[in-house]
């Protein structure tokens, strides 16, 4: 309905109109005006396009897709623009148009209402009169919903808010209607506009049509033979057939599908044109009679156009908020609130909420004023986010907050509250704040509901520390619900935060709030004493109530007093009358002024008593009140009056109340009235508790007695303690001393334990598989021994740090306690479910400077204790007396104590003492970097794809950050909230609590070193010759430093004003403010990789790679001091400590070395890292070194004096498979890193000298190595296996293998951008793999022989492969690997392909001797060389100008594409098995035969380098970059050389043939191990003789001896079980197994062997024969192992359980729970392990990383998985001879 904007253009056109519907003028003559004016009108507008969706605002984060829909008329965007006039003055007499400003609303008001809406808008066809083709409602409504449904393809399910204004709205309902008629049996994406949550805003639809709407239709008739149309009009005629069909449809479609809101806007307001026919669209036509109605003062054409925040605007946003947000934010529905208190079930607090408080509000009619300012404060839009309510102890602050809660909870707007209180045990435990917070916010936003789940999916809140759980419970997910709350934002109300004991934590939540509450849609408000005056932010705004004015505060305590004291009168009844007098009243009130809590206390106090002494202690309160201007501070008079109850407390029970006092003061937890007097009277029982009742009765008025006595004690107020405690207030006569009552109550806590811990009240060791809730069952733990089991060392540190004589007096029961009773105390942790509170509180207890060195050394094993068996306790609390004693050291005081009882001895495999690694974290992959917060709490570490930040204590990940790519350098911020790290391209900088980024700093170079300075407030970080400083706290630029001259940066100092730079030939320290080099350091040779500055930046401590040695230099001579020397190979890393007394060190040799730097000796050798320390750093306070390896771990050390150096390495490396001999007196075992064999002795646990069974290594068959020369991609000789390296300078890196060829993998190569790894194999497959995951991701077939040669094209879309069946073939990578091409012409396998850099062609090389150009377009052949030989290599130069061939004939022709000129390089004395271009053309590198690699200069055509260090032939060669060679050969190693000097930079030994299981003969005179390479070796130890057997075609899993030893079985990965003989040396018989085998084992005759495959089939093979006797379906369960009980019986083991099972029958004869997540088990006393036996005897061993199991009758060994051999002897006294498990039940 756009008529009117034709009459709103001439002051005439209207008077026209008008006559022309009153016949009153000619028809021609009104014809040709209107004509007129409607061409000019219509003409000056834009044309209108075709329909279509415009989005005008898309935000990151869309909660809401806002649409809105034009009415008729004017063209978009002009219908959606409100104009003004311009500013400036008009020529009064202008013929040209007036100048305005045009406001697009939807673009530019909406989006900031709704900054989490999509907004657009939708354009169609809408011109009712000129050039128009008719369109009508249901085409237009049609194009909507098709338009709507492909912009929604990515956000199905999203709310839809839509604005129709006029006809659009009608085009919106049959836009509806269509979506819900399209609902069929099968599905129709149009269907989900229906289905969603929407709302619908009308703006003056004409759902009943327009009286209007006839005038119309006479003027388009009257246009029609220019091309007008009416059909618009016609449907738009009031009360017409089609609108009531339309509206009845409409209501069917809101009906069903997602809930669906209207609201009706109607005008008030007719045109001026048309003010006697009223406005265009009544208010009965365009409201619907249903939802909400809202008027908007404007006419019909202002409805939808807006030129500024005026009250017309304001008012049409506010409603349609009303209804937006319940789209935005819908209330968590049933399901996920259940799913969340789960999930948070243990920190959600149930007495911390307001409505839980017995506190109550404020008395009404007190306190308004100040409330009404908190409202207005928490609605208002504007202001400080955090509202911090300030008042001392009594001052009412509780009450205010209570009240809040109820009048924001009437707003609608409380988002959560948590009332702290000393007398609610978790209520003062900040832990639970957030949990609370979270679970509340998450019940009113079904958004943040969702995010919380997500965000709890893999995480457990009591693994996460306060800034984590701040992150992940509230920033995070709030900060995805930023839509204000019902136009509001919701406010959190936190109260008594002064009541918790733990102030820094305390802080640190506020300090939380304050630095995220801008990021979030809440508001805090938080009441409290008086804090820290440190919190200054723009979002504070504190409030003191001390500063109240006084009058006010009086009035409002009067009127509480009044009505507290009329309910006494009202007990009292005719003798309450006048009672109590205004003189009374206002003696309370003027000495409780302005503390709430006096008159409160007062009224309690009063009240307790029996009625006829109501009045009396009321006159003696008042008599013995201070004399007013006698006190100082308005707590004086408070105290006063807690003197007062005190004192008549003592007259009635002196001694008791003395004692109760004491306790209750400092008690860690609410203490019950049994409690107390189990603690104070251990032996009175029932008098017992009478007597500390009767004295707790006359406390009631300070202290909330429950009437059970089981439940816990409270103090009423925090301001009693403190009066007790403080002897200026309570004076000599009732002031409890801290240190006697922690003295006190420490004391009995440890006598209750001396009494009750020595009952077997939880079971005893005779039960040690007894799971945890079957201990719970049978458990009674008294409330005073659960208080004295997890608190009593609490009181033992206070004391300490209190008074330090007293403490010495404990000592001696404290020793006692720790040699008697630990393990009892352990036990019953672990029942209680605090074993965590043990760690804690031991590590407090050990690192107290004033301990005495016995305590110390105790609480340090009890802790070590419980964290090495922590996982394990928690589950079986009895285990403390058996797997937890065996797992520590010998002479380890408490294993000293315990461990004489044991049936078993561990004889080799475990530490003698306590050894420096405290704990140790896997991570799976590289640790390149370590880095400690200053204050040695936190440690940061990177491992490429991931930055965790980890605490030390716990060892567990506090935060992993997963950057946009592999970091180059971190850095960890003092304070630990930050890290930064730097890049190929910059550097980002993290929080560390939120992982919001801070910084990203762009640069076009690779960062190599980055820190924090300047208190944190800066980074500063450089590349190879420039430095930057960034600004963290203002987010800008500071610095930009050359470097003179260029170096790579290696370090900087603490201050961040010196830099390390590594120059061609030369150490610098440069002054990093101008980029000049300060000093040189006198060095001959500079091969330094590894540098670090001291803490006073005086000296630098360097190492490198090359050079085992490290060296001390003064700064500013340049001189060396020191030279510290002892690693074995090159040195990845150094660090000074805090006192720059000591340095720590990492290397290749896998140690770990701190040395002292004044005399340069080694003072601690840390071994345990199976695989290269490639990274260490020392803590702040020089107690610990962390450190990270290759091997996947970051490790923790103590460094403190007194602890036992780690064993030597060589017992770290990966065991691979082990075998006990007959007599139980040797153990064979093979380790990952050799093909070595060796023999341990039971007895004294010494290795014998090792036999040694073939060659170490393979070699390689193929290699291709990553554009950016970090990653090498190798297929050893016949394997099917292929690894991914990182390229470094290690001697051995393990990989993760990617298998999936069935045969030998003979061509490999990267992508472009290093993301794809391709492999062709003999399988004749080609298989594209992702490097990161290791996953395959295609497979191409096609190919009709072996794949020789693969190479992806320049933009990694496209693959060329040459293959033994003669073609080449081309494959479309972007799909699913269509073969796009087949490429015809060789007469001879295609040995060599490549793309040029352009893709167009594509180069080969065959065994026919030809070397070919093909057109990759057309097919076809353009260029041909014949060669004397086959063609091993080619390859293209960058430009494509040139291309080289290696040849057979020994010789590598250069051809010059473009003169047609071949140079031919010749000095190889054997065939050329690869070349390869540099990158600017002028050299090429060669791998032969002859086992050279050479390096050519095309210019002059002479080899520049020749180099002949590998042992074989080297196949293949690369340069990656033109100052580095690759190469690979045959002698399996592989190398990078220095182009200019021919010098070794790298040689990585990683293609080992490992033992993958070992058996030996009966007679112990045979030995046969099964390889990774597949084949079986068969060694006789008496001759020294060997032999091999071959026909595996994959990993050897286990080999067995048959009963006389002239045969072996044999299982394989390959799927089949081979029957060998000895002395033939050849296969008998090969059988296909159909599936890979879990586990295999021999029966005890030695004649069968049973088989359990993945599908839990298990199968028997006679040995001698080799064939399949029986077979039957097993339970296939994830991780099973099996051994046989005897001849008849044997166990399968799993994840799920332990089962019998009897051979004969093949049935399940019985079922036992697992006991363990370990391949050792414990059931009724018995041990069952993956071997032949089962023992009868006292033992368990539940070790973590076990990877093989072998046992007897004489004892059991264990192979890690982090390395070493750990065999435990079972005792000759103890031995029982093997028997079935159904004769001893």
Known sequence: ?????????????????????????????????????????????????????????????????????????????????????????????????????????????????????????????????????????????????????????????????????????????????????????????????????????????????????????????????????????????????????????????????????????????????????????????????????????????????????????????????????????????????????????????????????????????????????????????????????????????????????????????????????????????MLSVFPTIAYALGTHSQRIADALLGSLKDKDVADMNLRDTFTTLISSPVSLDNSPFRGKTRVIVLDGFDQVRDRDRVEAIISLILGHVHEVALKFFISSRPLSNKFKDPQLQRIDLYNRPSQEVRQDIRLYVQRRLKELAARLGDEGMGWPTEEEVDAVVECASPLFIYAATVCSYVGEEDDDQIKRRLKAVIDRAPVKGSTRLPTDKLYALYAQITDAAYKKSNEDVDEVLGFITVARDHLSVRAIASLLFPDDGAEGESRISAALNALRSVLSVPIDRNEGVKVIHASFPDFLTDPAHSGEAYYQSPSECHRKLGTSCLSLMEKLLDRDDIGGPQDPDTSLGDVRKGTNISGALEYSCVHWISHVVELYSLKLESAKELEADVVSFFETRVLRWLAHLSVLGKLSHAVGSLRKLELHSQVSASIRRASMEARRLTSLSYSHLEDYPLQVYYSAVMRIPKKSDIAKRFHKDWSWEVTSGLAEDWERCEGVLKVGQVVWSVVFSNDGRMVAAHTGGEIRICGVEELKGLSVLKPPEYPTCIALSGDGKSVAAGFKGGIHVWDVETKNERVRDIREETISRIAFIDQDREVIYGSNNSIYRYSVKSNKRLADIKLEPEGQLLSFSRDGKKAISKGQNNIYVVNTETGVTMSTLNIVRPHVDAAAFSRDGKRIVVSGLYDETVRIFEIQSGNEETQLVGHNFGVTSVAFSGDDQRIVTGSFDNSVRVWNVSDG?????????????????????????????????????????????????????????????????????????????????????????????????????????????????????????????????????????????????????????????????????????????????????????????????????????????????????????????????????????????????????????????????????????????????????????????????????????????????????????????????????????????????????????????????????????????????????????????????????????????????????????????????????????????????????????????????????????????????????????????????????????????????????????????????????????????????????????????????????????????????????????????????????????????????????????????????????????????????
């Open 1 to 429: 309905m756009r008529l009117q904007v034709l009459f709103q253009m001439s002051p005439i056109a209207p008077a026209i109109i008008i006559y022309i519907a009153g016949g009153g003028l000619h028809l021609s003559v009104a014809t040709c005006i209107c004509l007129f004016f409607l061409q000019f009108v219509l003409l000056d507008e834009e044309k209108q396009n075709t329909s279509q969706i415009h989005v005008l605002f898309d935000p990151k984060d869309v909660l809401v897709d806002i649409v809105a829909v034009q009415g008729l008329g004017s063209a978009y965007p002009h219908t959606w623009m409100g104009k003004r006039k311009a500013k400036g003055r008009q020529a009064k007499f202008s013929l040209s148009k007036p100048e305005v400003e045009k406001v697009m609303w939807l673009e530019e008001y909406l989006p900031k209402d709704f900054p989490t809406a999509r907004i657009m808008a939708f354009e169609y066809n809408s011109k009712w009169l000129f050039n128009a083709d008719f369109m009508g409602l249901d085409d237009h409504a049609t194009a909507l919903l098709d338009a709507l449904v492909k912009q929604r393809q990515t956000s199905p399910g999203r709310p839809i808010l839509f604005i129709g204004h006029s006809y659009g709205g009608l085009v919106v309902k049959k836009t509806l209607i269509l979506s819900h008629k399209s609902k069929t049996d099968s599905f129709d994406p149009r269907q989900e506009i229906t289905d969603v949550e929407s709302c619908i805003a009308f703006l003056g639809t004409p759902h009943q049509g327009s009286n209007h709407a006839l005038f119309a239709r006479i003027l388009s008739f009257i246009y029609r033979p220019f091309g007008g149309t009416y059909g618009y009009v016609l449907e738009l005629l009031s009360d017409n057939d089609r609108l009531i069909e339309l509206d009845r449809d409409f209501r069917d479609a809101l009906s069903e599908g997602g809930t669906k809101q209207t609201i009706c806007f109607y005008e008030t307001k007719a045109q001026a044109w048309s003010w006697p026919l009223g406005p265009i669209v009544t208010r009965t036509s365009a409201c619907l009679g249903q939802g909400r109605e809202a008027a908007m003062e404007c006419n019909h054409n202002e409805m939808n156009k807006f030129i500024d925040h005026d009250g017309r605007y304001q008012s049409f946003i506010d409603n349609l908020q009303r209804v937006y947000n319940p789209l935005a934010n819908p209330v968590a529905n049933d399901v996920s609130k259940d799913k969340l208190r789960k999930m948070l079930s243990g920190r959600i607090t149930n007495g911390s909420a307001y409505s839980s408080t017995e506190i109550g509000g404020c008395t009404t009619g007190t306190r308004e004023i100040i409330m009404e300012e908190i409202v207005d404060w928490a609605c208002s839009p504007t202001g400080g986010k955090v509202y911090w309510l300030v008042g001392m102890a009594g001052t009412g602050k509780t009450t205010i907050a209570y009240t809040l809660c109820e009048r924001l909870k009437d707003e609608g707007i409380l988002g959560a509250s948590f009332f702290c209180s000393t007398t609610e045990d978790q209520t003062h435990n």
């Open 1161 to 1785: 000796k080694e003072e601690m050798k840390l071994v345990g890292h199976p695989n290269v320390s490639r990274s260490v750093a020392y803590s702040g306070d020089g107690l610990r070194v962390a450190s990270g390896s290759d091997d996947g771990t970051l490790r923790i050390w103590s460094v403190e004096p007194g602890l036992e150096e780690e064993r030597p390495s060589e017992g770290r490396y990966t065991v691979t498979a082990l075998a006990l001999s007959s007599d139980g007196q040797k153990v064979f075992y093979a380790r990952r890193d050799s093909s070595q064999i060796r023999i341990r002795n039971v007895d004294n646990g010494e290795d014998e000298r090792p036999l040694i069974i073939g060659r170490d290594y393979d070699h390689i068959h193929t290699v291709a190595i990553s554009k950016d020369g970090k990653h090498a991609a190798i297929a050893t000789a016949g394997s099917k296996l292929l690894d991914i390296y990182n390229v470094d300078y290690s001697r051995y890196f393990p990989a993760t293998g990617m298998f999936g060829h069935k045969d030998v993998i003979s061509s490999v190569a990267f992508s472009p951008d290093d993301r794809k790894v391709a492999s062709g194999s003999r399988d004749k497959t080609i298989r594209i793999w992702d490097r990161r995951t290791r996953k395959e991701e295609k497979k191409l077939e096609g190919h009709e022989n072996s794949v020789c040669s693969v190479s992806f094209s320049s933009d990694g879309s496209k693959l060329v492969s040459g293959s033994s069946d003669h073609t080449i073939r081309i494959w479309d990578l972007e799909t699913e690997g269509v073969m796009m091409k087949t490429l015809r012409g060789h007469t001879g396998p295609v040995l060599s392909v490549a793309f040029s850099s352009n893709s167009q062609k594509v180069l080969s090389g065959s065994h026919d001797k030809t070397v070919r150009i093909w057109d990759v377009e057309t097919g076809e052949v353009e260029r041909q060389w014949v060669h004397e030989g086959s063609i091993w290599s080619v390859a293209f130069s960058l430009s494509n100008s040139k291309i080289v061939s290696g040849c057979n004939n020994h010789t590598i022709y250069v051809w010059d594409l473009e003169r047609g000129k071949v140079t031919t390089l010749e000095g190889h004395t054997d065939a050329v098995l690869s070349v390869a271009f540099s990158s600017d053309q002028q050299k090429v590198v060669s791998g032969s035969h002859d086992k050279t690699v050479r390096i050519w200069d095309l210019e002059t055509g002479k080899e520049v380098q020749t180099i002949t260090r590998h042992m074989d032939s080297v196949q293949l060669v690369t340069f990656p970059k033109d100052d580095t060679v690759f190469s690979a050969s045959y002698d399996g190693t592989f190398r990078a050389w220095d182009v200019r000097t021919g010098k070794e930079r790298i040689q990585m030994v990683g293609f080992i043939n490992w033992m993958s299981s070992i058996a030996l003969s009966s007679d112990n005179r045979l030995l046969a191990v099964g390889m990774n390479n597949f084949m079986i070796r068969i060694w006789n130890m008496e001759t020294g003789d060997e032999r091999i057997l071959r026909g595996h075609t994959d990993k050897v899993t286990s080999i067995v001896f048959s009963y006389n030893n002239e045969k072996i079985l044999s299982v394989s990965d390959d799927r089949t079980v081979r029957i060998w003989s000895v002395e033939k040396r050849e296969q008998e018989k090969k059988s296909n197994t159909g599936k890979k085998m879990l586990s295999t084992t021999l029966s005890p005759d030695s004649k069968i062997v049973a088989l359990l495959d993945g599908n839990g089939v298990i199968s028997f093979w006679n040995v001698e024969t080799g064939a399949m006797e029986k077979k039957f379906q097993g339970r296939h369960t994830y991780g099973s192992s099996m051994s046989f009980i005897d001849d008849t019986h044997f166990l399968v083991w799993s994840r799920g359980g332990i089962q019998i099972w009897n051979m004969e029958t093949g049935q399940e004869e019985e079922r036992m729970p697992d006991t363990a997540n370990v391949p050792v088990l414990a059931y009724k006393g018995w041990i069952y392990s993956p071997s032949i036996s089962a023992i009868k005897t006292r033992c368990w061993f539940p070790l973590d990383g076990v990877s093989t199991v072998v046992s007897n009758a004489s004892g059991v060994v264990f192979a890690l998985e982090l390395g070493g051999v750990i065999v435990v002897k079972f005792k000759q006294s103890m031995l029982r001879e093997q028997q079935s498990i159904f004769q001893t039940r």
